[in-house]
């Protein structure tokens, strides 16, 4: 099947780049206190969406491939949905249905693993984000391995919890650990919690930002070093008393101990299973675990167990990590940046690292470098490396500054970026910071689109999923929860719609937003941006929202 787009019949294709701008987090939210995105100062979005077509996206649920409409987009699915065109089935829909099936526990991915245990009578070690967030995992799924361990004999089974507070309420950790806990021990008294902390304070690190997150990780699951408690509820209880106001997801390293020892390190001869399936924060452990080279991973790992290990799914389809798989990943080809590549098209992609890897690995269908490196560049600005609310300008001017100056150098005719100050600022749940991070993202974008003016060409303004636009948590009669007399910090993505802006300065009556597409969604950007560039998208692809004249 031949990857070249065939030449539409949009008469009026504009001389410049037609450039895709990520808002990461900015949804449109209600109009009540948490609103960070309505509180902001915006008059450059303000000004577009008064004078520029635009209309909302979706951004969650099905519409980006999750199991229901209850279920919150993310900058993965988001990403993939963007670059692909289409709606793929993602992990958590695709894990569901496994263990619904069973045919997670008859693949030899679980078979290996159990089989494992049971010839060495060794222990299975369970990591991973421990919440039903569904972002990056899911509680039960957790509860589903453990009972089919059981089923089939496993002696000991040891869960290392990474708490959330990013993905849940941001002080939620107990609302888990205590009823699991309970279930736990009625399953098995033999197994237990043994060991865990805040998802940003170990383990969980991606693109490389900060390996040192790792590194305690391993300290901490493997090695069985860190702060000794009886359960995890009484770690919990214990470090917030230590450290008032920390948010689960920033809480420290704990160890679960039994007899005065630690309950599970990782030993020679054991089991490991790391069941998130979302693959960015995934990558950095799972190589600690199979890269037997000094040089693989830039820690002294001290011990490293020889073990059986898997990942729930595959977490860089490139390298094939890890080789050993419970759930196949979805199979994302013929994206948007293939077709333009066999095109012939020049493309521009630029982020910092917390989003670098969205606007290359998850916009180009879970897939690593470049499609063509003659056509393709991919600019990546380092992140700070600090509490994303102490600067949540983050990179916005950098990421404007190098796309801008890339744009006027060379002719391209396609580019994307991520502003992720929405998403990581949000996460942070700090509201003027939010707030902030919303006005340097409008401030950046006052600066970047005159010279997409300037070029002839056209930016598509919208998000991958909404974050900045609620703040607050919410109660059932829609009043603002408080917490010690302050409205609770709601830290997670939101349902909500994303915004769509056809910013185009040399518009003049040749299309407009098509009724006939109802309820758009992220998977429609493509085929639009593809119509603006002059060319037909594929006929499976998710619609154009235009219509042409």
């Known amino acids: 099947?031949?990857?070249?787009?065939?030449?539409?019949?949009?008469?009026?294709?504009?001389?410049?780049?037609?450039?895709?701008?990520?808002?990461?987090?900015v949804g449109?939210?209600?109009?009540?206190?948490?609103?960070?995105?309505?509180?902001?100062?915006?008059?450059?979005?303000?000004?577009?969406?008064?004078?520029?077509?635009?209309?909302?996206?979706?951004?969650?649920?099905?519409?980006?491939?999750?199991?229901?409409?209850?279920?919150?987009?993310?900058?993965?699915?988001?990403?993939?949905?963007?670059?692909?065109?289409?709606?793929?089935?993602q992990g958590a829909k695709l894990v569901q249905e496994a263990l619904d099936s069973g045919a997670l526990f008859r693949g030899p991915g679980w078979t290996e693993i159990i089989n494992n245990c049971l010839a060495r009578n060794s222990t299975l070690h369970l990591l991973g984000l421990f919440s039903d967030g569904n972002v990056h995992s899911h509680i039960n799924h957790l509860k589903a391995l453990i009972v089919e361990a059981k089923k089939r004999g496993v002696a000991k089974v040891a869960v290392h919890a990474l708490l959330d507070g990013r993905d849940v309420?941001?002080?939620?950790?107990?609302?888990?650990?205590?009823?699991?806990?309970?279930?736990?021990?009625?399953?098995?008294?033999?197994?237990?919690?043994?060991?865990?902390?805040?998802?940003?304070?170990?383990?969980?690190?991606?693109?490389?930002?900060?390996?040192?997150?790792v590194e305690r990780g391993w300290h901490t699951?493997?090695?069985?070093?860190?702060?000794?408690?009886?359960?995890?509820?009484?770690?919990?209880?214990?470090?917030?008393?230590?450290?008032?106001?920390?948010?689960?997801?920033?809480?420290?390293?704990?160890?679960?101990?039994?007899?005065?020892?630690?309950?599970?390190?990782?030993?020679?001869g054991d089991s490991v299973v790391l069941f998130n399936f979302r693959g960015d924060r995934a990558i950095e452990i799972s190589k600690a675990f199979l890269d037997q080279q000094p040089s693989g991973v830039p820690f002294d790992r001290i011990r490293q167990p020889q073990v059986c290990f898997a990942g729930?799914?595959?977490?860089?389809?490139?390298?094939?990590?890890?080789?050993?798989?419970?759930?196949?990943?979805?199979?994302?080809?013929?994206?948007?940046?293939?077709?333009l590549a066999h095109s012939g098209v020049r493309q521009l992609a630029?982020?910092?690292?917390?989003?670098?890897?969205?606007?290359?690995?998850?916009?180009?269908?879970?897939?690593?470098?470049?499609?063509?490196?003659?056509?393709?560049?991919?600019?990546?600005?380092?992140?700070?490396?600090?509490?994303?609310?102490?600067?949540?300008?983050?990179?916005?001017?950098?990421i404007t500054d190098a796309v801008a100056a890339e744009l006027r150098a060379n002719p391209y005719g396609f580019a994307r970026l991520n502003f992720a100050n929405g998403d990581m600022v949000g996460h942070t749940g700090n509201f003027n910071s939010t707030r902030m991070a919303v006005e340097a993202v409008d401030l950046s974008l006052g600066r970047l689109l005159p010279t997409i003016?300037?070029?002839?060409?056209?930016?598509?303004i919208t998000a991958d999923h909404?974050?900045?636009?609620?703040?607050?948590?919410?109660?059932?009669?829609?009043?603002?929860?408080?917490?010690?007399?302050?409205?609770?910090?709601?830290?997670?993505?939101?349902?909500?719609?994303?915004?769509?802006?056809?910013?185009?300065?040399?518009?003049?009556?040749?299309?407009?937003?098509?009724p006939s597409v109802s309820e758009p969604g992220l998977a429609n950007v493509a085929a639009t941006a593809l119509a603006l560039m002059g060319y037909q998208a594929p006929s499976d692809y998710e619609r154009s929202i235009l219509k042409f004249s």
């Not at 303000?46 to 987009?73: E, F, I």
């Not at 759930?327 to 077709?339: A, D, F, L, S």
């Not at 003016?453 to 598509?460: R, S």
């Open 221 to 268: 699951h493997v090695l069985g070093q860190g702060p000794q408690f009886p359960s995890a509820s009484a770690a919990v209880k214990a470090l917030r008393e230590t450290r008032p106001g920390v948010l689960d997801q920033d809480l420290p390293e704990f160890v679960i101990a039994r007899d005065g020892q630690p309950f599970a390190p990782v030993r020679d």
């Open 350 to 398: 630029c982020s910092e690292t917390q989003k670098y890897g969205h606007v290359t690995f998850f916009w180009n269908g879970n897939r690593s470098g470049y499609i063509d490196p003659k056509l393709e560049k991919y600019i990546e600005v380092p992140s700070d490396r600090v509490s994303f609310d102490e600067r949540p300008w983050m990179k916005a001017a950098e």
């Open 28 to 89: 449109i939210g209600p109009d009540y206190a948490g609103n960070a995105v309505k509180a902001a100062t915006t008059p450059v979005l303000k000004r577009l969406m008064a004078d520029y077509q635009h209309t909302a996206l979706r951004a969650h649920g099905t519409a980006v491939g999750m199991p229901s409409d209850a279920d919150m987009g993310n900058s993965e699915v988001g990403h993939n949905a963007l670059g692909a065109g289409r709606i793929f089935d």
């Open 1 to 25: 099947m031949s990857l070249s787009l065939a030449r539409s019949a949009f008469f009026g294709q504009r001389t410049g780049p037609v450039v895709v701008v990520v808002m990461d987090g």
């Open 466 to 514: 909404g974050n900045a636009d609620e703040m607050y948590e919410i109660d059932k009669k829609g009043a603002v929860k408080t917490e010690n007399g302050r409205p609770k910090a709601k830290t997670s993505h939101t349902l909500n719609h994303v915004p769509f802006i056809i910013y185009d300065p040399q518009f003049s009556g040749e299309y407009t937003i098509d």
């Open 312 to 339: 729930m799914m595959t977490y860089d389809g490139d390298t094939n990590l890890p080789p050993r798989i419970l759930v196949k990943p979805p199979v994302i080809e013929r994206t948007m940046g293939q077709y």
């Open 169 to 213: 309420g941001e002080t939620s950790a107990l609302e888990y650990t205590e009823p699991f806990e309970a279930w736990l021990a009625s399953v098995d008294p033999r197994y237990g919690i043994a060991s865990g902390g805040g998802r940003m304070w170990l383990t969980m690190d991606r693109y490389a930002a900060d390996w040192s997150m």
């Open 453 to 460: 003016q300037q070029l002839g060409g056209i930016a598509l």
